[in-house]
């Protein structure tokens, strides 16, 4: 079964500040995609990538897949509070199309 | 914009007792997917339906649980019997492509 470590699992800053959080893993994906959950609601789809070293960007969010599609990383420029939130990250592999989840890195953005 | 809907937003239920929880996914979309998600863990996957046929169940889906998706639209989760490990939230989430796009906000399985 396949892993997805993501770290930190915690994160506390300042508005303004800029931040990474990873996502690892030992396996393949064939797609990765990162969602944002708030306290009480399903998690919202950010993105989905799928070439190796690819980048994506979101407004201030800047999304990257490894070379090797086995990690990737979400950079985060000057957050602001209504970035606080859980982000995720889901990648499927070994010929399953059904994404398996991290713990989740968990953003607290203080105004 | 209607999104994927879940009901109820929120049970308490005694242990033993069966509950049932439905999702009604985006209309369009053929892919519907069920999660289950505890308190510091991301969403852990429980089965998988294209269209009406239940194509993927994890182990965790126990014999206690069963899922349907009868005319391809909305779904049901109904767990038999229920345990206090049982308590989660419930997602269900809807999609064209392969991977879940849209979830819903879930229903939250207390058991007492």
């Known amino acids: 079964t396949q892993l997805l470590e993501q770290s930190p699992q915690f994160l506390s800053i300042q508005e303004g500040e800029n931040l990474t959080v990873y996502c690892n893993s030992s396996?393949?994906?064939?797609?990765l995609q990162w969602y944002r959950q708030e306290p009480g609601e399903g998690p919202v789809l950010l993105v989905t990538?799928?070439?190796?070293?690819e980048v994506k960007k979101l407004k201030r969010l800047t999304f990257q897949f490894g070379d090797a599609r086995k990690d990737s990383s979400l950079h985060i420029t000057a957050a602001q509070p209504g970035d606080t939130g859980l982000y995720l990250c889901?990648?499927?592999?070994?010929?399953?199309?059904?994404?398996?989840f991290g713990r989740g890195t968990s953003l607290i953005v203080h105004p | 914009d209607t999104g994927v809907s879940q009901d109820p937003r929120h049970k308490i239920t005694k242990r033993g007792q069966n509950v049932t929880f439905r999702c009604d996914p985006i209309?369009?979309?053929?892919?519907l997917y069920w999660y289950r998600q505890t308190l510091g863990q991301g969403p852990e996957f429980l089965t998988y339906?294209?269209?009406?046929?239940?194509?993927?169940k994890s182990r965790l889906l126990s014999d206690r649980f069963s899922a349907e998706r009868p005319k391809g639209s909305f779904s049901t989760l109904e767990i038999q019997r229920t345990e206090q490990g049982d308590s989660a939230m419930y997602l269900c989430?809807?999609?064209?492509?392969?991977?879940?796009?849209?979830f819903g906000d879930g229903t939250r399985l207390s058991i007492l």
């Open positions: 989430a809807s999609s064209l492509g392969p991977q879940p796009q849209h």
């Open positions: 396996s393949v994906f064939s797609s």
């Open positions: 990538v799928v070439t190796g070293g």
């Open positions: 889901a990648g499927a592999s070994g010929g399953s199309y059904i994404p398996t």
């Open positions: 209309s369009e979309h053929n892919r």
């Open positions: 339906f294209q269209n009406e046929a239940q194509l993927e």
